[in-house]
Nanobody
Framework: QVQLVESGGGLVQAGGSLRLSCAAS????????MYWFRQAPGKEREFVAA????????DYSDSVKGRFTISKDNAKNPVYLQMNSLKPEEMAVYYC???????????????WGKGTLVTVSS
């Protein structure tokens, strides 16, 4: 049974940091691109970050580049998203996802987690 379980969300002040984790099971973790997406209330889901199955390549949305870092260790699991200098407008539910392909638009993603809520107070 495939599972993606996010954790690490919570309340943080603007300018603060959080580290999200995504524990994956039920599929060959080392063969999948791993992603973080987010969805704020009343807004569409948006791409945040991706990391290649080998861990050797990453991609970020322009809005988080330089502040967020995605990482994975194929020997260990999970996937992390280190978020620094958080802004109030980044309050959202953050979702982990997995695909064998590079799909930053999100459509066709094979697996999704249920999400973890990040609240950023101003």
């Amino acid at each position: 049974q495939v599972q993606l379980v996010e954790s690490g969300g919570g309340l943080v002040q603007a300018g603060g940091s959080l580290r999200l984790s995504c524990a994956a099971s039920g599929f060959t973790f080392s063969s999948y691109w791993m992603y973080w997406f987010r969805q704020a209330p009343g807004k569409e889901r948006e791409f945040v970050a991706a990391i290649k199955y080998s861990g050797t390549s990453t991609d970020y949305s322009d809005s988080v580049k330089g502040r967020f870092t995605i990482s994975k260790d194929n020997a260990k699991n999970p996937v992390y998203l280190q978020m620094n200098s958080l802004k109030p407008e980044e309050m959202a539910v953050y979702y982990c996802a997995a695909s064998r392909y590079y799909l930053p638009h999100g459509a066709g993603m094979e697996y999704w987690g249920k999400g973890t809520l990040v609240t950023v107070s101003s």
